[in-house]
C-alpha cells in the first residue's frame, strides 16, 4: 500500500474540507522547521547544541542552547512565505513582525519552540507545539501587528500541532477534523502517515502531575488526588499509576496514544501565576488537539479553549485528557 505523507494528507483534506492552500503551505513549512529542530535535538553533544545560554526569556526561564536555535529555525523557515501575518513565541517577549520585504498573508503562528527543554540535557523526549490563528481584518492599517491581534480564544484556532522529538520523531496535527500522526521517515525525509484517526480513551487508569507541588494545591485538586491515590478502596474504586515526563509533549503524546489524565494545576506559591503552563501555545493547541480527539481539557473551572486571552504570555491551569476523569476534577471544582 503507497504510503500517505503529510504533503499528500494535506492536497486531500484540500479536496475534502476545503482546506485553503496558504494554510496547507504553513503546515508544510512547519513540519519542515520540525524535521530540522529534531535533526539539531538529535546531535546533542555532537554539535555543542545542549547546555544553557546564560540568559532568560520572558518567562524568567534559563534558555537552552536549544530553545534559541529551535526559535530561530521557526522564524526563518516562516518569514518569507507570504501566508502569515505574525508570529508569537514563548522565546520571544514582542509579537515577530514579519520582514517589510516579504509579502504578508492571512494567518498568525504562535509556537513553543521547544517545550520541555530542561529535558535536552537529560536525554529525554521534548518537543515543538503550534497553534494556527487568522488574523484579524486589519483594517488597512500597516504599522506593527499588535499582540490584541494574538488575543483570541483557543476555539478561533484553525489548525494545532506538535512535533515530538523521541525514539521517533511524529508530528500529531489537527485541522479541526479529528487528529492525525505521521512518524518521520529519514531515509524518504518525509512524515508519513501512522496514525490515521487518534481517540483518547473516555476512562483511564493512568494520571499525570508534579506530585512534589501537592502542598501548594487547592483543596479540589488535593480531594481528587488523593481520591487517586486512594486506589480499590478508594472512592473511585481502582487503582491508578503515575507518570511524569515534564515534558508537556510527551505526557500528552502518551494520553493521546493510552489515554490518562494531565494536571498543571493552579498552586498557592504566586497568586500572579495561576499555573505555570502558557494559554496560547501549550494549553490552546494541546486542549485542541485532545478535543478533537474525543478528549476534555479544562483550567478547572471552564473549557480551556472558551477562555478569553489578556495577554500573549498567560499562564493557566491545566487538567486535560481523558473525559471522565477531566470531568470528576472539574466537577470537585464546582462543590
Ligand atoms: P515541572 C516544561 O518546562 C513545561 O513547560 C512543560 O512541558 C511541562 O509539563 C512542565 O513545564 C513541567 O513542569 O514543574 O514539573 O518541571
Given at each position: 500500500?503507497?504510503?500517505?505523507?503529510?504533503?499528500?494528507?494535506l492536497i486531500?483534506?484540500?479536496?475534502?474540507?476545503?482546506?485553503?492552500?496558504?494554510?496547507?503551505?504553513?503546515?508544510e513549512?512547519?513540519?519542515?522547521a520540525?524535521?530540522?529542530i529534531?535533526?539539531?535535538?538529535?546531535k546533542?553533544?555532537?554539535?555543542?547544541?545542549l547546555?544553557s545560554?546564560g540568559?532568560?526569556?520572558?518567562?524568567?526561564?534559563?534558555?537552552?542552547?536549544?530553545?534559541?536555535?529551535?526559535?530561530?529555525?521557526?522564524?526563518?523557515?516562516?518569514e518569507?512565505?507570504?501566508?502569515?501575518?505574525?508570529?508569537a513565541?514563548e522565546?520571544?517577549d514582542?509579537?515577530?513582525?514579519?520582514p517589510g520585504?516579504?509579502?504578508?498573508?492571512?494567518?498568525?503562528?504562535?509556537?513553543?519552540?521547544?517545550?520541555?527543554?530542561?529535558?535536552?540535557?537529560v536525554?529525554?523526549?521534548?518537543?515543538?507545539?503550534?497553534?494556527?490563528l487568522?488574523?484579524?481584518d486589519?483594517n488597512?492599517?500597516t504599522?506593527?501587528?499588535?499582540?490584541?491581534?494574538?488575543?483570541?480564544?483557543?476555539?478561533?484556532?484553525?489548525?494545532?500541532?506538535?512535533?515530538i522529538?523521541g525514539?521517533?520523531?511524529?508530528?500529531?496535527?489537527?485541522?479541526?477534523?479529528g487528529?492525525?500522526?505521521?512518524?518521520?521517515d529519514?531515509?524518504?525525509?518525509?512524515?508519513?502517515l501512522?496514525?490515521?484517526?487518534i481517540?483518547?480513551?473516555e476512562?483511564?487508569?493512568?494520571?499525570?502531575?508534579?506530585?512534589?507541588?501537592q502542598?501548594?494545591w487547592e483543596?479540589?485538586?488535593?480531594?481528587?488526588?488523593?481520591?487517586?491515590?486512594?486506589?480499590?478502596?478508594g472512592p473511585?474504586e481502582k487503582?491508578?499509576n503515575?507518570?511524569?515526563?515534564?515534558?508537556?509533549v510527551?505526557?500528552v503524546?502518551?494520553?493521546?496514544?493510552?489515554?490518562?489524565?494531565?494536571m498543571?494545576p493552579r498552586?498557592?506559591?504566586?497568586?500572579?501565576?495561576?499555573g505555570?503552563?502558557?494559554?496560547m501555545?501549550?494549553?490552546?493547541?494541546?486542549?485542541?488537539?485532545?478535543e478533537?480527539a474525543g478528549?476534555?481539557?479544562?483550567?478547572?473551572?471552564?473549557?480551556i479553549?472558551?477562555?478569553?486571552?489578556?495577554?500573549l504570555?498567560?499562564?493557566?491551569?491545566?487538567?486535560?485528557?481523558s473525559?471522565e476523569?477531566?470531568e470528576?476534577v472539574?466537577?470537585?471544582?464546582q462543590?
Open positions: 500500500m503507497s504510503r500517505i505523507t503529510l504533503s499528500r494528507y486531500e483534506q484540500t479536496r475534502s474540507h476545503n482546506t485553503p492552500a496558504d494554510l496547507r503551505f504553513l503546515i513549512v512547519v513540519a519542515r520540525c524535521k530540522a529534531s535533526h539539531a535535538v538529535s546533542g553533544a555532537l554539535d555543542d547544541v547546555g545560554m540568559t532568560e526569556n520572558v518567562q524568567g526561564e534559563v534558555q537552552k542552547k536549544l530553545d534559541v536555535m529551535s526559535n530561530e529555525i521557526l522564524l526563518e523557515a516562516n518569507w512565505g507570504g501566508h502569515l501575518a505574525g508570529m513565541s522565546e520571544m514582542q509579537a515577530y513582525q514579519i520585504r516579504y509579502p504578508k498573508g492571512a494567518y498568525l503562528l504562535v509556537f513553543d519552540p521547544l517545550d520541555g527543554s530542561s529535558n535536552i540535557d536525554n529525554v523526549s521534548v518537543g515543538t507545539i503550534f497553534s494556527v487568522r488574523c484579524p486589519r488597512g492599517a504599522g506593527d501587528l499588535g499582540e490584541e491581534a494574538f488575543l483570541q480564544p483557543g476555539t478561533k484556532q484553525v489548525a494545532a500541532g506538535y512535533a522529538y525514539p521517533q520523531t511524529m508530528l500529531l496535527l489537527t485541522l479541526g477534523n487528529v492525525k500522526g505521521f512518524t518521520l529519514r531515509e524518504l525525509g518525509s512524515f508519513v501512522t496514525h490515521d484517526d481517540k483518547v480513551p476512562t483511564t487508569q493512568e494520571f499525570a502531575v508534579n506530585m512534589s507541588n502542598r501548594h483543596a479540589p485538586v488535593q480531594r481528587y488526588v488523593n481520591e487517586l491515590l486512594a486506589g480499590e478502596s473511585l487503582n491508578y503515575m507518570r511524569w515526563i515534564a515534558s508537556m510527551a505526557d503524546h502518551r494520553i493521546l496514544t493510552r489515554g490518562g489524565v494531565f498543571y498552586d498557592g506559591r504566586d497568586p500572579a501565576m495561576p505555570k503552563l502558557r494559554l501555545y501549550e494549553a490552546n493547541p494541546m486542549s485542541f488537539i485532545i478533537q478528549g476534555a481539557a479544562t483550567n478547572g473551572t471552564q473549557r479553549l472558551d477562555i478569553q486571552p489578556t495577554s504570555h498567560q499562564r493557566v491551569p491545566v487538567f486535560l485528557g473525559k476523569e477531566v470528576r472539574t466537577a470537585y471544582h462543590e
